[in-house]
T-cell receptor
Framework: GQSLEQPSEVTAVEGAIVQINCTYQ??????LSWYQQHDGGAPTFLSY????GLEETGRFSSFLSRSDSYGYLLLQELQMKDSASYFC??????????????FGKGTTLSVSS | DGGITQSPKYLFRKEGQNVTLSCEQN?????MYWYRQDPGQGLRLIYY???????QKGDIAEGYSVSREKKESFPLTVTSAQKNPTAFYLC????????????????FGEGSRLTVL
């Protein structure tokens, strides 16, 4: 089966940089995704890494190391609106033709002024 | 605008009753999913469907049922057999892909919050 581990909580101040780590265990691997969810809202897609390296999208970057089964989400120039839960996710490999994602338990980021 | 619509947003149910949560999408996506979210538990997969008239169980399918009679619709029934149904239910959709194509993006609805009284 698949499993993902990420810290439960992270705190930071406005303007800072924070890194949210994710380690995963899968029988097969098709990429690591990141989602953001504000309290009570719908998760929204942030990034997807299928290959090793860093992908940058504005203030957010995501990194993947397939050999280490590890990735991270890097948030720069933190703003109050970045306070949310962040989830890493991998594709369910139990069904080779499926596209269902398996999610980690989420990291709650609290940004203070 | 294209998107996913879940209804109702809030639902209260008495023990022993079945309830059905609606999920409709107009994104022309082939694949649809149901997830359950409890505090501190992340999102757990209940059922998913890749094409019409076909669906697969996820990790926590017991006590739930689904149907996929139309591409646009994927309703979830929470049956009386589900022992702890109070939760936030999220429906999502995506393009159907296979192999190593980009499969990381799901589009989520705003969720349905079910409370059992």
């Amino acid at each position: 089966g698949q499993s993902l581990e990420q810290p439960s909580e992270v705190t930071a101040v406005e303007g800072a940089i924070v890194q949210i780590n994710c380690t995963y265990q899968t029988s097969g691997f098709y990429g690591l995704s990141w989602y953001q969810q504000h309290d009570g809202g719908a998760p929204t897609f942030l990034s997807y890494n299928a290959l090793d390296g860093l992908e940058e999208t504005g203030r957010f970057s995501s990194f993947l190391s397939r050999s280490d089964s590890y990735g991270y989400l890097l948030l720069q120039e933190l703003q109050m609106k970045d306070s949310a839960s962040y989830f890493c996710a991998v594709r369910d490999t139990a069904n080779q033709a499926g596209t269902a994602l398996i999610f980690g338990k989420g990291t709650t980021l609290s940004v203070s002024s | 605008d294209g998107g996913i619509t879940q209804s109702p947003k809030y639902l209260f149910r008495k023990e022993g009753q079945n309830v059905t949560l609606s999920c409709e999408q107009n994104l022309n996506h082939d694949a649809m999913y149901w997830y359950r979210q409890d505090p501190g538990q992340g999102l757990r997969l209940i059922y998913y469907s890749q094409i019409v008239n076909d669906f697969q169980k996820g990790d926590i399918a017991e006590g739930y049922s689904v149907s996929r009679e139309k591409k646009e619709s994927f309703p979830l029934t929470v049956t009386s057999a589900q022992k702890n149904p109070t939760a936030f239910y999220l429906c999502a959709s995506s393009m159907r892909t296979s192999g190593r194509e980009r499969t990381g993006e799901l589009f989520f609805g705003e969720g349905s919050r079910l409370t059992v009284l």
